[in-house]
DNA sequence: CTATTACATTAGATATATTCTAACTTTTCA
DNA sequence: TGAAAAGTTAGAATATATCTAATGTAATAG
């Protein structure tokens, strides 16, 4: 996604296109590898123009809130997120605790009489294990 | 599971069936609801014996590594424990955030092509959307 | 074009969650 | 029995996230 579609996709959100939302986003589409909030703080601050902690954090949220990132569900303290480029599941090791993207296919919805009144919006899979680096060892 | 229950697949582990890490492993098996460590902290301590926090903390720790108690997979910031009784899916509400479990099923595995040298040891299914209460709003 | 308002950003303080430290207690077993 | 291993503890330290209140910036009604 260039800067332009970042841009239209941000406005057709109803979100302004700041320089530090702007960078936001970009630092996401560019390290597809789930950063953490810190990581992301850290990576857009590296570059011009300076953004502050809780712009990071307000961002990420009002992001989350467009649905143009969505935060990644790991067990462990710090909040992971993904810029909504393609689907796909996630592999996270036991050992070193990295999370990686699996490519994609359907899974079976569950039996609606086992969801009750509940509504799906998604259904993602997480599968846990040893990563090819760990495996090795 | 009873009492001795709990003592014998603790022992099994190799871990010692204390007074703390017995009542960490009878709370989660009585409270299916998917508990921070702050509420399981919180309710032992309710009853006899005082533990502190910082036993909490190991002994939740220790009962992952023994493979007793998973730690579900949530974002937002309290890690979430679960005794790892009947095998379950979750559901996560997007609006109020609650974790529900949902019915067991089967989930085809990934295809080994894009599974590389990885190995899997389970496999998790996550469903996202609206819970029964926030729905029918 | 300016004033008003809504949206955004900031530094730093605060809140929350988890882990660490170092002393102490209990259990195991040679 | 007594040394080693395992477990517990209070409180400090660290990590993560959010809040506050002042300030800045952009959209737009007048």
Redesign the interface.
């Known amino acids: 996604m260039d800067a332009e579609a970042i841009q239209r996709s941000l406005e057709s959100s109803g979100l302004r296109c700041t320089a530090q939302r702007y960078a936001v986003m970009a630092f996401l589409m560019d390290h597809k590898g789930h950063p953490t909030a810190a990581e992301i703080f850290e990576g857009v601050n590296r570059l011009d123009p300076r953004s502050s902690r809780a712009t990071t954090y307000n961002n990420l949220r009002d992001l989350v809130k467009a649905g143009l990132v969505s ?7 710090a ?1 992971r997120f993904d810029a909504k480029g393609t689907r796909h ?1 996630h ?2 090791c ?1 050992r070193c605790g990295s999370v ?1 993207d ?2 994609w ?1 359907n ?2 919805k ?2 609606s009489r ?19 680096k760990c ?2 060892r």
């Not at 935060?71 to 303290?77: D, F, I, Q, S, T």
């Not at 086992?114 to 090819?132: A, D, M, P, W």
């Open positions: 935060e990644v569900a790991v067990e462990g303290r909040g599941h592999f996270i036991d990686e699996m490519e296919y899974v079976p569950p039996a086992s969801l009750g009144k509940r509504v799906v919006r998604e259904c993602q899979l997480i599968f846990r294990g040893l990563c090819t495996a090795s």
